[in-house]
Structures are given as C-alpha cells and as structure tokens.
C-alpha cells in the first residue's frame, strides 16, 4: 500500500495535484449536537444569554470551512465558491448539514466537515452555561462529487 502524504524515507509530504483537471467539486457533510429540552428550548425561543445561537453557529461555520488548510496539516488552501450550513431542529438534538463548492484541482470534503464541526462547538460553547452535557456525534461526509474518485454518497451511489 503506498501512502499519498509520505515520500520516499517516510518522511510527511503534501501531494502535489498540480496535474490534477480543475472540476466542479461539492461536498455534503451531517453532524448532531444532543442536549436537554430546555436548552433546545432555549435556543429555539431565543434565550440564550449569548444571543442568537444558529446565526452564530452559521458564521462560525462558514468562517471554519475558509480556515481548514490551516487547521488540517497538508491539506490544500482552496478556493470556496459556495459553502452553506442548514440546521434541522429534532426533539432532543440539532442536526448540522453543510455544503460546500468549488471548482479545483483537490476536493471540498474536509471544508465540508470542518464547518459541521465548528459549528456544533459553537453551538455548545454558546449554551454551555445551560448544559455542560451537549454531546457532538454523528460527523461525517454525506456525498462528495467530481474530481478522479467520482461520485461518492454515503450508504450507496
């Protein structure tokens, strides 16, 4: 098995996609915050002392997505032409879903997830004071499309 991101003595690299086609590449991504009914509640009514909680969480995740080559080492400084977040408000907990788009030599995958996660810590530390309890779960990419590997989408294409 060759390893992408190491040379030849093994030492860490980043792959270099220079002869890589510039495709239009979009990545989905899903992640879930649980918490008690009455920080739901709380979000939901705008109650929480830190003010509006998905706003923020929104921001905080698109500026997260821009950020991810400086977060993830190796990983390529791309240009994002599109990056939205969504929240699906359940009984018990908040489901985070991201897309993200651009048109590049490398995927979108890692912007995506990277904003999913953001976003949930933000919601967390914006209602901490209300439930130390939150528990982030269920991160992971939900479809990816163009470049070389093609069309992924989780459970089958």
């Keep these: 098995m060759e390893f992408t991101h190491l040379d030849k003595n093994g030492n860490v690299k980043m792959v270099d996609v ?11 991504a899903h992640g879930k915050i649980k918490m008690k009914k009455e920080t739901l509640n709380a979000i939901v009514s705008g109650k929480v002392a830190k003010g509006n909680v998905l706003t923020t969480a929104k921001i905080a995740g698109i500026m997260g997505a821009k950020k991810t080559s400086e977060l993830i080492p190796m990983c390529h400084n791309i240009f994002i032409s599109k990056i939205d977040i969504e929240f699906k408000i359940n009984e018990g907990n908040i489901e985070i879903f991201s897309m993200a788009k651009t048109e590049s030599k490398t995927g979108i995958e890692m912007e ?46």
């Design 112 to 157: 995506a997830l990277t904003a999913v996660n953001i976003a949930a810590l933000t919601i967390y530390d914006m209602c901490k004071a209300i439930d130390r309890e939150m528990e982030i779960t269920e991160i992971y990419l939900l479809e990816k499309s163009g470049g070389k590997s093609g069309h992924f989408k989780r459970g089958g294409n």
């Design 18 to 28: 220079s002869e890589k086609n510039i495709t239009l590449r979009i990545a989905k």
